[in-house]
């Protein structure tokens, strides 16, 4: 038996909660398991300087200190109650909050939370392997750090099913540990998370873009009318603030070493560039093009009546739903929303309940457009000419109103065979794959960097560049 006060740390009295003891007593083998065939490769040894959370408060949910990886507390955690809490949006806006499940929503809410579920264990399978080609150990850390809150975020998930959803709970559980990213006959439930993390440029734009993503649909899920689901989201937000630093980080460092080599080597050709153990601002930007394409697709189509239902039932808000000045039931409302006619790209005014995607992924491109601003002062302090842009939403789509065509990134329409003869000049080629997965070398002395990135500005914690974030033993 578990003594659940000390290995899981919670403010959900799981001590007191002997039903959810039991199913607990039987997930969290197979957790450790999955943990230990499908979490971060050759960890299991290491003493990782990790936050661990273990209260909501201030002072607690951000504990510092060493840990070995398996020993890790994955903790349960809710922000405090509200006892007047209403439900803000929707026919049922004005009732108090829900505590338990309305039964008929139970599977619609079911499958929100196990897609949501689903994408946590998914990243750290995507990521298992970027570990044994770390650029340093700050950044060792930082990855052992979004992974072990991954797999307390499937906790998070996991204790609503256990606890709300009986049986079906139980189940969906277990699924959500024998689903593999990638897997041919079992894979994860959304396309992006079954995408190969290759080496770390590519972790980097993950945690930018899709970690944000992340952000924008927990923000969402936080609205809801079913307050456990609510509060939890809320808690998993403060923590997702540090996947999404590691991400615009750590591809603004990529760019910082890039301009440095351009600028100290008098060169701009990007075979010159790689020439000098550099990833070439070009390459870079591919990079993002995939990724932020990809990203875009979790949002769904733009037009949803499933989106709509969300949101009219109460199961699901939009962005930061309380800040808004409108009535909260859009009733009457519409939304600018693109779309093809014929073989141009128009913008028709759709209603707004039923483009809450377009909206809620409008709402991120703004965020992320905001982050590409902060790239770009980069060249721009060195006097390089290149700047980052954000591909248009058509492009490289596979769902919505632009899957199936054929978009360049500046918004062009394309026939198929024009658009396969340019594919490489705009997504990363195998070639540019292989060539930035050469420079990928594990470097584990305190203070050294990888030859193609920038060390940070500051180290963690009020801790030196140079300090000890992970030790070998």
Request: proline content about 5%; hydrophobic content about 40%.
């Amino acid at each position: 038996m578990i003594d659940y006060s000390e290995a899981i740390p919670n403010n959900v009295d799981l001590a007191g909660d002997k039903t959810l003891q039991r199913a607990l007593d039987k997930w969290h083998p197979g957790f450790l398991n999955w943990w230990n065939d499908a979490g971060p490769a050759n960890s299991a040894r290491l003493e990782v300087y990790l936050r661990t959370a273990i209260s909501v408060e201030k002072d607690g949910w951000a504990n510092f200190g060493y840990v070995r990886m398996p020993e890790y507390r994955w903790g349960i955690f809710l922000v405090p109650r509200d006892e007047n809490r209403t439900v803000a949006f929707g026919d049922h806006k004005g009732d108090s909050a829900w505590q338990e499940v309305p039964g008929e929503y139970r599977s619609t809410l079911r499958r929100m939370i196990v897609t949501q579920g689903d994408t946590e264990p998914a990243s750290v399978e995507q990521q298992r392997l970027l570990g044994m080609t770390a650029p340093s150990l700050y950044d060792l850390r930082n990855l052992f750090q979004v992974n072990v809150e991954e797999g307390r975020h499937l906790w998070a998930m996991v204790y609503l099913l256990h606890r709300y959803f009986g049986r079906d709970g139980r189940e969906e559980a277990e699924a959500l540990l024998a689903r593999r990213s990638g897997a041919e006959n079992n894979p994860r439930i959304l396309n992006a998370f079954n995408e190969e993390t290759r080496h770390w440029l590519a972790f980097f734009m993950f945690a930018f873009f899709t970690d944000r993503d992340g952000k924008f649909q927990l923000a969402s899920l936080a609205e809801s009318a079913f307050d456990p689901l609510s509060r939890t989201c809320r808690f998993m937000l403060t923590e997702e603030a540090h996947h999404l630093f590691v991400g615009e980080s750590g591809v603004a460092r990529v760019v910082q070493r890039t301009c440095d080599v351009m600028r100290d080597h008098r060169v701009s050709d990007p075979a010159q560039v790689r020439a000098l153990g550099a990833i070439d601002l070009e390459t870079i930007q591919k990079l993002l093009n995939f990724h932020s394409s990809v990203t875009l697709d979790l949002y769904g189509s733009e037009i949803s009546s499933n989106a709509a239902n969300y949101y009219t039932t109460g199961l699901k808000g939009r962005f930061e739903e309380s800040k808004l000045t409108d009535d909260h039931k859009l009733a009457d409302d519409v939304y600018p929303v693109q779309e093809m006619e014929g073989d141009r790209i128009v913008t028709r005014s759709a209603p707004a309940v039923t483009s809450l995607n377009a909206r809620l992924r409008d709402d991120y491109i703004r965020e992320i457009q905001a982050g590409l601003d902060r790239w770009n002062r980069i060249p721009a302090a060195l006097e390089i000419p290149f700047r980052f842009t954000l591909p248009h939403i058509g492009f490289h789509r596979k769902i919505g109103n632009f899957a199936g065509r054929h978009i360049g990134p500046g918004g062009e329409v394309m026939t198929e065979s024009a658009w396969s003869s340019r594919k490489h000049d705009w997504l990363p080629s195998p070639e540019d794959h292989a060539f930035i997965e050469s420079l990928m070398g594990r470097v584990v002395e305190p203070g050294k960097f990888a030859s193609w990135i920038a060390p940070p500005v500051r180290g963690i914690k009020g801790k030196p560049i140079d300090f000890e974030y992970v030790r070998f033993n």
